[in-house]
C-alpha cells in the first residue's frame, strides 16, 4: 500500500476542510461587526435623543416655573433688584415694575407700552440657576439686568426670562405673561423673540392672567351698615350719580348728619329699613355680595396682606404694611385704631381695610374700610374718603366724617385685588 499517497490526500483534505472554516469564521465576524456597529449607531441615536429630551425638558420646567414666579411676584409686595423683598420706599413692587394699570378703564399694559417704542427701555425680569439655588434680577424700567455672568463649562443650569405683552385692546383687567426657558443663560435664547442655540434646549410657555378684582360692587352710600346706624357720625355723599346717597341701612337711622346733593333736603341722602340688607341673613352675605367672593376666600386670597399685630392694629402699623405693600388689601382679624401720624392711603393709591372688630379714625383715610363686627363702632374724629361698611349695626362717637368719593371708589375696583390665571389661556408657543 501507498502510504505517503494516503497521508498527502488526508492532509489535504484537512488544509481544505481549516480554510472554509477559516472564511465561515470571518464571515461571522463580518457580520456581527455589522450588527455591533448598528446596534452602536441606535445606542448613539438613543441617547442624543434622551439628551435632547431632557434639556427639552428642563427649559420647558424652567418657563413653567417663571410662569408661576412672575405671578407670584404680582401678588407680593416691594422688591428690590433683586426680586426680593424690601421695605424701601424707593423700590417699586412687581407689578407698578411692570405694568401700567389704568385706574379709570381697568385697562393694563406692559411697561412702556403706551410710549411711542413699545417696551422701549424695558429690561424683563430673569432667574438662573446656579447648581444650588436661583440668582434673578428684577430691574427697574431702563435699567440694566444685574443677573451674574453664566457659569462656564457645559452643565445644564437652567434660566428663564419674563415679559408682558397687552392680552386685548377692548377688555380690561386682562394681560399675558409670556416665558422662555433655556437650558443655561445666554440672551439669544432667552431674549423675545428667542433663537435657537446650537446644544441648548428652549421653550415658550405663556398664560393670560387677569386682575380679580379687591371689590367687585363699590358701595353707593357713604355709609352702609346691615343693621341700624346711630350716633354721631357725618356722611357725605354730593355725587348725583349716586343720587346723593349718604346712609344706607337695613335697620333704622338716627342722630347722624347727612350732606347730600346741593338743594335736596337731608332726609333724601337716607335710605332706612332697606329691604334688600334687611333680608340678608348675615354679615358674610353683604361681604359677598360687595366683593363678590366669600370672606374666608377673600382673606386667603394672594392680593391679601395680614397685618401682625399686638392687639389693635394701629395706625402706625397699618401705615407700615400699606407702604410695604402697594395695591393689596388688608385684612386685620381684630379691632383697628387709626390713631395718630399721616394719612392712610391717598388719591391715587387708596386702600381697602377689611377689619374683624371695630374702628378707630382719628386720621386721614383715603379708601374703603369694612367692620366685620355684629355690633361694629366707629369712633373718632378723623375723615373717610372713599366708604364704611358695616356688616351689623354701627354706632358711631366722636365727630367722624365719612365722604363718599365714587371715583376713588372705581379706583379701587380697576387697580386692587389678586392676579390669577384665565382658564384656558395657557400655551406652550
Same mark, same amino acid.
Given at each position: 500500500?501507498?502510504?505517503?499517497?494516503?497521508?498527502?490526500? /488526508?492532509?489535504?483534505?484537512?488544509?481544505?476542510?481549516?480554510?472554509? /472554516?477559516?472564511?465561515?469564521?470571518?464571515?461571522?465576524?463580518? %457580520?456581527?461587526?455589522?450588527?455591533?456597529?448598528?446596534?452602536?449607531?441606535?445606542?448613539?441615536?438613543?441617547?442624543?435623543?434622551?439628551?435632547?429630551?431632557?434639556?427639552?425638558?428642563?427649559?420647558?420646567?424652567?418657563?413653567?416655573?417663571?410662569?408661576?414666579?412672575?405671578?407670584?411676584?404680582?401678588?407680593?409686595?416691594?422688591?428690590?433688584?433683586?426680586?426680593?423683598?424690601?421695605?424701601?420706599?424707593?423700590?417699586?413692587?412687581?407689578?407698578?415694575?411692570?405694568?401700567?394699570?389704568?385706574?379709570?378703564?381697568?385697562?393694563?399694559?406692559? !411697561?412702556? /407700552?403706551?410710549?411711542?417704542?413699545?417696551?422701549?427701555?424695558?429690561?424683563?425680569?430673569?432667574?438662573?440657576?446656579?447648581?444650588?439655588?436661583?440668582?434673578?434680577?428684577?430691574?427697574?424700567?431702563? !435699567?440694566?439686568?444685574?443677573?451674574?455672568?453664566?457659569?462656564?463649562?457645559? !452643565?445644564?443650569?437652567?434660566?428663564?426670562?419674563?415679559?408682558?405683552?397687552?392680552?386685548?385692546?377692548?377688555?380690561?383687567?386682562?394681560?399675558?405673561?409670556?416665558?422662555?426657558?433655556?437650558?443655561?443663560?445666554?440672551?439669544?435664547? *432667552?431674549?423675545?423673540?428667542?433663537?435657537?442655540?446650537?446644544?441648548?434646549?428652549?421653550?415658550?410657555?405663556?398664560?393670560?392672567? /387677569?386682575?380679580?378684582?379687591?371689590?367687585?360692587?363699590?358701595?353707593?352710600?357713604?355709609?352702609?351698615?346691615?343693621?341700624?346706624?346711630?350716633?354721631?357720625?357725618?356722611?357725605?355723599?354730593?355725587?348725583?350719580?349716586?343720587?346723593?346717597?349718604?346712609?344706607?341701612?337695613?335697620?333704622?337711622?338716627?342722630?347722624?348728619?347727612?350732606?347730600?346733593?346741593?338743594?335736596?333736603?337731608?332726609?333724601?341722602?337716607?335710605?332706612?329699613?332697606?329691604?334688600?340688607?334687611?333680608?340678608?341673613?348675615?354679615?358674610?352675605?353683604?361681604?359677598?355680595?360687595?366683593?363678590? %367672593?366669600?370672606?374666608?376666600?377673600?382673606?386667603?386670597?394672594?392680593?391679601?396682606?395680614?397685618?401682625?399685630?399686638?392687639?389693635?392694629?394701629?395706625? !402706625?402699623?397699618?401705615?407700615?404694611?400699606?407702604?410695604?405693600?402697594?395695591?393689596?388689601?388688608?385684612?386685620?382679624?381684630?379691632?383697628?385704631?387709626?390713631?395718630?401720624?399721616?394719612?392712610?392711603?391717598?388719591?391715587?393709591?387708596?386702600?381697602?381695610?377689611?377689619?374683624?372688630?371695630?374702628?378707630?379714625?382719628?386720621?386721614?383715610?383715603?379708601?374703603?374700610?369694612?367692620?366685620?363686627?355684629?355690633?361694629?363702632?366707629?369712633?373718632?374724629?378723623?375723615?373717610?374718603?372713599?366708604?364704611?361698611?358695616?356688616?351689623?349695626? *354701627?354706632?358711631?362717637?366722636?365727630?367722624?366724617?365719612?365722604?363718599?368719593?365714587?371715583?376713588?371708589?372705581?379706583?379701587?375696583?380697576?387697580?386692587?385685588?389678586?392676579?390669577?390665571?384665565?382658564?384656558?389661556?395657557?400655551?406652550?408657543?
Amino acid at each position: 500500500m501507498n502510504t505517503h499517497r494516503f497521508f498527502s490526500s /488526508a492532509r489535504g483534505r484537512a488544509g481544505q476542510r481549516g480554510a472554509a /472554516a477559516l472564511v465561515v469564521v470571518a464571515l461571522l465576524f463580518s %457580520i456581527l461587526s455589522l450588527v455591533t456597529a448598528y446596534t452602536h449607531r441606535n445606542l448613539l441615536f438613543e441617547q442624543r435623543s434622551a439628551g435632547n429630551q431632557l434639556r427639552s425638558t428642563q427649559a420647558f420646567e424652567a418657563a413653567e416655573a417663571g410662569l408661576e414666579w412672575a405671578l407670584a411676584l404680582l401678588n407680593a409686595g416691594r422688591l428690590d433688584a433683586a426680586c426680593r423683598p424690601s421695605t424701601l420706599p424707593t423700590d417699586s413692587s412687581f407689578r407698578q415694575r411692570y405694568l401700567t394699570i389704568h385706574p379709570a378703564s381697568g385697562h393694563i399694559d406692559p !411697561a412702556g /407700552a403706551l410710549t411711542a417704542a413699545p417696551e422701549a427701555g424695558t429690561a424683563w425680569p430673569s432667574c438662573r440657576f446656579d447648581g444650588s439655588d436661583w440668582s434673578c434680577s428684577c430691574p427697574e424700567p431702563g !435699567a440694566a439686568p444685574t443677573l451674574p455672568p453664566a457659569p462656564a463649562g457645559d !452643565a445644564v443650569l437652567p434660566a428663564f426670562r419674563v415679559r408682558f405683552a397687552r392680552a386685548s385692546a377692548t377688555q380690561p383687567g386682562v394681560l399675558r405673561i409670556e416665558v422662555n426657558g433655556c437650558t443655561r443663560l445666554d440672551d439669544a435664547c *432667552l431674549d423675545f423673540p428667542a433663537r435657537a442655540v446650537s446644544g441648548e434646549g428652549r421653550a415658550t410657555v405663556s398664560a393670560l392672567i /387677569a386682575l380679580r378684582t379687591g371689590v367687585a360692587a363699590p358701595p353707593l352710600a357713604a355709609v352702609t351698615a346691615r343693621g341700624d346706624v346711630s350716633g354721631s357720625l357725618t356722611a357725605v355723599n354730593t355725587d348725583p350719580r349716586a343720587a346723593g346717597l349718604a346712609v344706607l341701612a337695613g335697620g333704622a337711622v338716627a342722630g347722624v348728619t347727612v350732606q347730600t346733593t346741593p338743594g335736596t333736603p337731608a332726609a333724601d341722602g337716607v335710605r332706612e329699613h332697606d329691604s334688600g340688607l334687611a333680608a340678608l341673613p348675615g354679615g358674610d352675605r353683604l361681604f359677598s355680595h360687595t366683593f363678590a %367672593i366669600w370672606p374666608t376666600v377673600w382673606r386667603d386670597q394672594p392680593g391679601a396682606v395680614r397685618p401682625v399685630c399686638a392687639a389693635t392694629c394701629t395706625a !402706625a402699623e397699618i401705615r407700615a404694611t400699606v407702604a410695604a405693600h402697594p395695591g393689596r388689601m388688608l385684612w386685620i382679624a381684630g379691632d383697628v385704631d387709626l390713631d395718630s401720624g399721616a394719612d392712610i392711603g391717598s388719591a391715587t393709591e387708596p386702600v381697602i381695610l377689611v377689619a374683624g372688630g371695630n374702628l378707630r379714625v382719628d386720621i386721614g383715610v383715603f379708601g374703603l374700610l369694612v367692620s366685620r363686627a355684629p355690633a361694629g363702632a366707629l369712633g373718632g374724629s378723623g375723615r373717610v374718603t372713599g366708604a364704611v361698611i358695616a356688616e351689623g349695626d *354701627l354706632a358711631a362717637s366722636g365727630s367722624v366724617a365719612v365722604v363718599h368719593d365714587a371715583d376713588l371708589l372705581e379706583h379701587l375696583r380697576h387697580t386692587t385685588g389678586s392676579f390669577v390665571r384665565v382658564p384656558g389661556g395657557w400655551r406652550d408657543f
